[in-house]
């Protein structure tokens, strides 16, 4: 089989005073995620569904939340290791698709830059990734600015040589 698809989600809350990590980027809020690691919600979405393609478990076996070599990580190094993981059964990335739900503020700015993160981690193109983002119409805790989500897809590619 030469072709798997991969999907992952992640939740964090949002709190007063805390950094907020998204795609590997720090962009500037009165709140951020809370979480073991920067709690970038993204990052750990697209962990999650590069092991799901593959059938690896999940971010938190991999990277267990009561680790404390894990405590306050930059969600880059999480992405790093988890690619190398792919690479290590012999795979690649066709192309990455995902959205991130969160009421304010607006990331379309960002994007470019955390396509930019993503892509450099990975060894693919920007054109490769693609981030969308939504509201929930100020539904749910989303609505309520209480937390954010993330979703990923992501297909892969056996290598050949
Ligand atoms: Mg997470």
């Known amino acids: 089989m030469s072709y798997r698809i ?20 720090l962009i500037p809020h009165h709140k951020g995620a809370l979480g073991h690691s920067d709690a970038d919600v993204l990052l750990h979405a697209l962990c999650d569904a590069l092991l799901g393609a593959l059938n690896l478990g999940d971010i938190g076996i991999h990277f267990p939340n009561t680790d404390p070599a894990y405590k306050g990580i930059d969600s880059k190094i999480l992405l790093q290791k988890t690619w190398e993981l792919v690479v290590a059964k012999g795979y690649g990335i066709v192309n990455i698709d995902s959205t991130v739900c969160l009421e304010a503020p607006k990331i379309k700015k960002y994007s470019a830059d955390m396509r930019s993160v993503m892509a450099g981690i990975l060894g693919i193109s920007e054109d490769d990734i693609s981030i969308k983002a939504t509201t929930t119409e100020q539904m749910g805790f989303v609505g309520r600015e209480e937390g954010l989500v993330a979703y990923a897809t992501v297909l892969l590619k056996a290598i050949s040589y």
Do not use: K
């Not at 992640?10 to 007063?16: K, N, P, R």
């Open 6 to 25: 991969g999907f992952g989600v992640d939740f964090h809350q949002l709190a007063e005073g805390r950094e907020l990590w998204l795609g590997g980027v």
